[in-house]
């Protein structure tokens, strides 16, 4: 193998060794150097000399280079003469000290065998201040070389007192190599020393501004190793070995035995930051993290088997440094690691959220995703992180505000949840991460996000309507609803399925504040006024234990006035109706000021219904409400001429109770204006034509009077022959048949027409007969506009369509 520099120095040294070695006594040992000398004769002592000041701390080796006979002692004097260490050892002999009084100190040398030998020898001898045998070491750098038996290397490094650094020294083949570094201050005196089979750290701050020397020895058990190392050193703020970190990205990297590597990010004070540091074949490796501040002062130090994070905020405006290791329990482990690193503000890795939508992504080991929105002081939003799989990623979610200020943070087994107010306007940024006890699951998530005002993923409300839709694992839905100040309104939502699904519907006004909200097991409810007139905003949410229950839910939602799905009703008519799971029904009814009425709503099964009846004005105005466990009655005087609306619903504890119920109202409720016939004329002259016999003002029939129902007649004196008189009721057109839940609806059946003379027709029922619309009369169908149409001629494709009359069903 190749000699090294030393071997060869020495070499020569002993080539003319018979010319020097007699006057050994009495030389100056080298500092950071070696000398040589030999033992001959047999009781031969040399003597060596170096001067020292007191504090300044020394190391001085003494080797049997032919590792021989010999066996070398060494005894140290202090200026004064007086003996102050012996040591001695089969094949190499040290002694390290501090001096204790100023002067020239003697190192005398012999050989202690037990027979008497010769030989040669070397001294390796360092001094500290002024040792310097292979010079400054470079920050963030590496440097080579190689201990020869009884080998003392040295080195400096140059710093300012509070600056952190770090040394390691590696034993680059993994030898017999026992590495040691001592570290001396500038003054000369013991700092730090450190030893270790493979791998030696030091680190720390510095007490004092100057000049530190490292010394690097073997310490195994016979002080006898040789071998090549490796020599990692950062000094601190100034080591970047590989450069500067990207914002929203990450950097791999490799850590070999004893390895430093170090980073550099720039900060603004107040700024907030994140980095994660990964063993990305998660092996042996151990990664730490050391981050400095731009004054190299130590910030944090954290370490983890798999994956190591540090967030913080910045304290100072500029250059922080981030030095990667390894601390397994011998510092000898390598491997490729991943850093990750996030800035606020400025990191946007994932782009905008989506307003009333879900961005999707997935967080691989130790990742760090980002994503940015946008919002006005004053509003308010909502964001929810999913665990796709429910796996063992343990989302988190980090908030902060446009200057990079943590505002928010929330984290949980499935779903996170965030749910505020912005305080500034500008641009937010979440960062998403997992917070597994490992930190070390990876996963698919979803990031669901709404900010009120403009949140509208599922359109408006419809008045009076139902909407059913589903909430998926952490979802958000949202929905919009136009009002006008002073209306009032209410919302139920409802778990269909009463399952594990827990509602909330939150609300929000025109301008994004927040107005009040509402949750339970099964249904919710919600009753408010409008303070301002525009588009409110509805957010459905789930509430359960764990934020992860999903399911089938109905939003029911009435807006006063407008509100009339189950029609008007009419003075002391019964109407007959169904409250189902979580309902509103809503009726109207025309009323005089200074009438006195009462409504009155009644469970028919006497079942768990608790029925309440609210009462609102003309202009959406609520005016008084009543329940009850069976029968609600609400006793008023109208104040207001005007169309009023009836809400009824279900109070029971639970509010989660259904059952069939009667309403009827006594003292108001005039019937609507009746709208004169509309007849159209036969499209031949043989065809039956049909005339309103009802005797009144419409083709009746009068609503809650059985006694007069569908009257009309049929003239059939220009048919030629008999014919198949087929009455539909049509909604809009003389060819489109009425659409109801019943399918389309004829009336009396299918009569066969004689040729001549005139019939009267009184219809009684409709044709087929729909469950719960008995006949024609059912309140129900007051204000419906329809038309009653001959068809003519065979049934089927052989028929054709006749003339008819249109009209609007009155009371």
Request: hydrophobic fraction near 40%; charge should be negative.
């Given at each position: 193998?190749?000699l090294?520099v030393?071997?060869?120095?020495?070499?020569?040294?002993?080539?003319?060794?018979?010319?020097?070695?007699?006057?050994?006594?009495?030389?100056?040992?080298v500092?950071?150097?070696?000398?040589?000398?030999?033992?001959?004769?047999?009781?031969?002592?040399?003597?060596?000399?170096?001067?020292?000041?007191?504090?300044?701390?020394?190391?001085?080796?003494?080797?049997?280079?032919?590792?021989?006979?010999?066996?070398?002692?060494?005894?140290?004097?202090?200026?004064?003469?007086?003996?102050?260490?012996?040591?001695?050892?089969?094949?190499?002999v040290?002694?390290?000290?501090?001096?204790?009084?100023?002067?020239?100190?003697?190192?005398v040398?012999?050989?202690?065998?037990?027979?008497?030998?010769?030989?040669?020898?070397?001294?390796?001898?360092?001094?500290?201040?002024?040792?310097?045998?292979?010079?400054a070491?470079?920050?963030?750098?590496m440097?080579?070389?190689?201990?020869?038996?009884?080998?003392?290397d040295s080195?400096?490094f140059?710093?300012?007192?509070?600056?952190?650094?770090?040394?390691?020294?590696?034993?680059?083949?993994?030898?017999?190599?026992?590495?040691?570094?001592?570290?001396?201050g500038?003054?000369?005196s013991?700092?730090?020393?450190?030893?270790?089979?493979?791998?030696?750290?030091?680190?720390?701050?510095?007490?004092?501004?100057?000049?530190?020397?490292l010394?690097?020895?073997d310490?195994?058990?016979?002080?006898?190793?040789?071998?090549?190392?490796?020599?990692?050193?950062?000094?601190?703020?100034?080591?970047?070995?590989?450069?500067?970190?990207?914002?929203?990205?990450?950097?791999?990297?490799?850590?070999?035995?004893?390895d430093?590597?170090?980073?550099?990010?720039?900060?603004?004070?107040?700024?907030?930051?994140?980095?994660r540091?990964?063993?990305?074949?998660?092996?042996?490796?151990?990664?730490?993290?050391?981050?400095?501040?731009?004054?190299?002062?130590?910030?944090?130090?954290?370490?983890?088997?798999?994956?190591?994070?540090?967030?913080?905020?910045?304290?100072?405006?500029?250059t922080?440094t981030?030095?990667?290791?390894?601390?397994?329990?011998?510092?000898?482990?390598a491997?490729?690691?991943?850093?990750?690193y996030?800035?606020v503000?400025?990191?946007?890795?994932?782009?905008?959220?989506l307003?009333?939508?879900?961005?999707?992504?997935?967080?691989?080991?130790?990742d760090?995703?980002?994503?940015?929105?946008?919002?006005?002081?004053?509003?308010?939003?909502?964001?929810?992180?999913?665990?796709?799989?429910?796996?063992?990623?343990?989302?988190?979610?980090?908030?902060?505000?446009?200057?990079?200020?943590?505002?928010?943070?929330?984290?949980?087994?499935?779903?996170?949840?965030?749910?505020?107010?912005?305080?500034?306007?500008?641009?937010?940024t979440?960062?998403?991460?997992?917070?597994?006890s490992?930190?070390?699951?990876t996963?698919?998530?979803?990031?669901?996000?709404?900010?009120?005002?403009?949140?509208?993923?599922?359109?408006s409300?419809?008045?009076?309507?139902?909407?059913?839709n589903?909430?998926?694992?952490?979802?958000?839905?949202?929905?919009?609803?136009?009002?006008?100040?002073?209306?009032?309104?209410?919302?139920?939502?409802?778990?269909?399925?009463?399952?594990?699904?827990?509602?909330?519907?939150?609300?929000?006004?025109?301008?994004?504040?927040?107005?009040?909200?509402a949750?339970?097991?099964?249904?919710?409810?919600?009753?408010?006024?409008a303070?301002?007139?525009?588009?409110?905003?509805?957010?459905?949410?789930?509430?359960?234990?764990?934020?992860?229950?999903?399911?089938?839910?109905?939003v029911?939602?009435?807006r006063?006035?407008?509100?009339?799905?189950?029609g008007?009703?009419?003075?002391?008519?019964?109407?007959?109706?169904?409250?189902?799971?979580?309902?509103?029904d809503?009726?109207?009814?025309?009323?005089?000021?200074?009438?006195?009425?009462?409504?009155?709503?009644?469970?028919?099964?006497?079942?768990?219904?608790?029925?309440?009846?609210?009462?609102?004005?003309?202009?959406?105005?609520?005016?008084?409400?009543?329940?009850?466990?069976?029968?609600?009655?609400?006793?008023?005087?109208?104040?207001?001429?005007?169309?009023?609306?009836?809400?009824?619903?279900?109070?029971?504890s639970?509010?989660?109770?259904?059952?069939?119920?009667?309403?009827?109202?006594?003292?108001?409720?005039?019937p609507?204006?009746?709208?004169?016939?509309?007849?159209l004329?036969?499209?031949?002259?043989?065809?039956?034509?049909?005339?309103?016999?009802?005797g009144?003002?419409?083709?009746?029939?009068?609503?809650?009077d059985p006694?007069e129902?569908?009257?009309?007649?049929?003239?059939?004196?220009?048919?030629?022959?008999?014919?198949?008189?087929?009455?539909?009721?049509?909604?809009s057109?003389?060819?489109t048949?009425?659409?109801?839940?019943?399918?389309?609806?004829?009336?009396?059946?299918?009569p066969?027409?004689t040729?001549?003379?005139?019939?009267?027709?009184?219809?009684?029922?409709?044709?087929?007969?729909?469950?719960?619309?008995?006949?024609?009369?059912?309140?129900v169908?007051?204000?419906?506009?329809?038309?009653?149409?001959?068809?003519?001629?065979?049934?089927?494709?052989?028929?054709?369509?006749?003339?008819?009359?249109?009209?609007?069903i009155?009371?």
């Amino acid at each position: 193998m190749p000699l090294s520099v030393r071997t060869l120095a020495l070499a020569a040294l002993f080539l003319f060794s018979p010319l020097f070695c007699r006057a050994a006594s009495g030389q100056s040992l080298v500092n950071g150097g070696s000398v040589a000398g030999s033992i001959a004769p047999l009781d031969d002592e040399d003597t060596w000399t170096f001067s020292a000041s007191v504090g300044e701390g020394f190391q001085v080796r003494m080797t049997d280079v032919a590792v021989g006979s010999l066996f070398p002692r060494m005894r140290l004097f202090d200026p004064s003469g007086t003996l102050i260490s012996t040591s001695s050892s089969p094949t190499v002999v040290s002694i390290s000290a501090t001096a204790a009084v100023s002067g020239t100190y003697s190192v005398v040398v012999d050989d202690v065998s037990s027979v008497g030998s010769t030989g040669g020898y070397t001294i390796d001898f360092v001094r500290a201040p002024g040792a310097d045998e292979l010079g400054a070491l470079p920050s963030g750098g590496m440097v080579s070389g190689t201990i020869d038996l009884g080998d003392i290397d040295s080195y400096t490094f140059t710093i300012e007192a509070g600056q952190n650094y770090e040394v390691r020294v590696a034993d680059a083949g993994v030898t017999d190599l026992f590495p040691q570094l001592t570290l001396y201050g500038p003054s000369g005196s013991v700092v730090k020393s450190g030893s270790s089979p493979t791998v030696v750290s030091l680190s720390g701050a510095a007490p004092v501004t100057g000049t530190y020397t490292l010394v690097l020895t073997d310490v195994s058990s016979g002080l006898d190793a040789a071998g090549a190392y490796d020599l990692h050193f950062v000094r601190l703020p100034d080591a970047d070995e590989l450069g500067a970190l990207p914002n929203g990205d990450s950097v791999s990297g490799v850590i070999g035995l004893g390895d430093i590597d170090s980073y550099t990010v720039a900060l603004f004070s107040g700024e907030s930051y994140q980095l994660r540091l990964v063993d990305s074949a998660v092996s042996d490796f151990y990664p730490q993290m050391r981050f400095y501040d731009p004054f190299g002062q130590l910030v944090a130090s954290p370490s983890s088997p798999t994956v190591v994070n540090l967030a913080g905020k910045a304290a100072y405006t500029g250059t922080y440094t981030v030095v990667v290791t390894d601390v397994s329990s011998g510092l000898d482990a390598a491997g490729n690691y991943d850093l990750h690193y996030a800035r606020v503000p400025g990191v946007n890795e994932g782009g905008p959220l989506l307003n009333g939508g879900a961005l999707f992504g997935t967080l691989d080991l130790g990742d760090i995703d980002s994503f940015t929105f946008s919002i006005v002081a004053g509003q308010n939003f909502r964001i929810r992180l999913v665990d796709l799989a429910v796996s063992d990623l343990f989302p988190n979610m980090t908030l902060f505000d446009p200057d990079g200020k943590q505002v928010a943070q929330d984290s949980g087994a499935t779903v996170a949840d965030i749910n505020a107010v912005a305080t500034k306007s500008g641009t937010y940024t979440l960062l998403v991460t997992d917070v597994s006890s490992g930190l070390d699951a990876t996963g698919d998530y979803a990031v669901h996000f709404v900010r009120t005002p403009d949140a509208d993923e599922l359109g408006s409300l419809a008045n009076g309507d139902v909407v059913t839709n589903s909430l998926s694992l952490g979802d958000i839905d949202s929905f919009s609803f136009q009002l006008v100040g002073g209306e009032s309104f209410q919302i139920r939502l409802v778990d269909p399925a009463q399952g594990g699904l827990f509602p909330l519907a939150t609300i929000y006004d025109p301008f994004g504040d927040y107005v009040g909200q509402a949750s339970a097991a099964t249904v919710a409810a919600f009753n408010s006024v409008a303070q301002y007139s525009g588009t409110y905003t509805l957010v459905v949410t789930d509430i359960s234990s764990g934020l992860d229950a999903s399911g089938a839910y109905q939003v029911q939602y009435a807006r006063m006035p407008g509100a009339n799905e189950g029609g008007s009703l009419i003075d002391g008519v019964v109407v007959n109706d169904n409250i189902a799971l979580g309902d509103l029904d809503s009726y109207t009814f025309n009323a005089v000021a200074g009438e006195s009425s009462t409504i009155t709503v009644t469970d028919t099964t006497t079942s768990d219904l608790f029925p309440i009846v609210y009462l609102y004005g003309p202009l959406g105005q609520f005016i008084t409400s009543a329940s009850n466990a069976n029968v609600a009655s609400l006793a008023f005087t109208v104040a207001q001429d005007g169309l009023h609306t009836i809400v009824v619903a279900d109070t029971s504890s639970g509010l989660d109770a259904s059952a069939p119920y009667s309403i009827v109202i006594d003292g108001s409720g005039a019937p609507p204006v009746l709208v004169p016939n509309t007849l159209l004329a036969p499209q031949f002259p043989t065809d039956p034509v049909l005339a309103d016999i009802g005797g009144s003002a419409g083709f009746g029939p009068r609503i809650g009077d059985p006694t007069e129902p569908f009257n009309f007649s049929l003239d059939c004196s220009g048919a030629d022959s008999p014919s198949i008189w087929l009455m539909q009721a049509l909604s809009s057109g003389l060819s489109t048949p009425l659409p109801t839940e019943f399918g389309f609806l004829y009336i009396a059946g299918a009569p066969v027409l004689t040729t001549a003379g005139i019939h009267a027709q009184t219809v009684i029922e409709w044709f087929p007969t729909p469950a719960g619309l008995a006949i024609p009369n059912d309140p129900v169908l007051v204000g419906l506009d329809y038309t009653v149409q001959g068809w003519v001629g065979g049934f089927g494709a052989s028929g054709r369509l006749s003339n008819a009359i249109s009209q609007a069903i009155g009371g």
